[in-house]
């Protein structure tokens, strides 16, 4: 079993950068594809940036690209999202799950809201 824990969020006005961090422990996660979700009031959630293994490949949801960078560190077990020039519609709560996402593996999620 897997827990994640979602942290880094916070107020932020638009333009401004954030960097969130998904500290996984019960068992490694290296060898899972991850992704970061986000998900705004009365909105599904949805999936933003997604990394493989490795760290080699990337991708992103077309509303972030070019402002939102997903990394990945496997030696310390945590995935991060670089986020900025951030937008008022960039809020949301923000989850880490495997890609594609496990039920049981939702975390808290952290608060990210951009004020305009």
């Known amino acids: 079993q897997v827990q994640l824990v979602e942290s880094g969020g916070g107020l932020v006005q638009a333009g401004g950068s954030l960097r969130l961090s998904c500290a996984a422990s019960?068992?490694?996660?290296?060898?899972?594809?991850m992704g970061w979700f986000r998900q705004a009031p009365g909105k599904e959630r949805e999936l933003v940036a997604a990394?493989?293994?490795?760290?080699?490949?990337?991708n992103y949801v077309d509303s972030v690209k070019g402002r939102f960078a997903i990394s990945r560190d496997n030696a310390k077990n945590t995935v991060y999202l670089q986020m900025n020039s951030l937008k008022p519609e960039d809020t949301a709560v923000y989850y880490c799950?495997?890609?594609?996402?496990?039920?049981?593996?939702w975390g808290q999620g952290t608060q990210v809201t951009v004020s305009s």
């Open positions: 799950n495997t890609d594609p996402p496990r039920v049981d593996y």
């Open positions: 019960g068992r490694t996660i290296t060898f899972y594809a």
């Open positions: 990394i493989n293994w490795r760290g080699s490949t990337t």
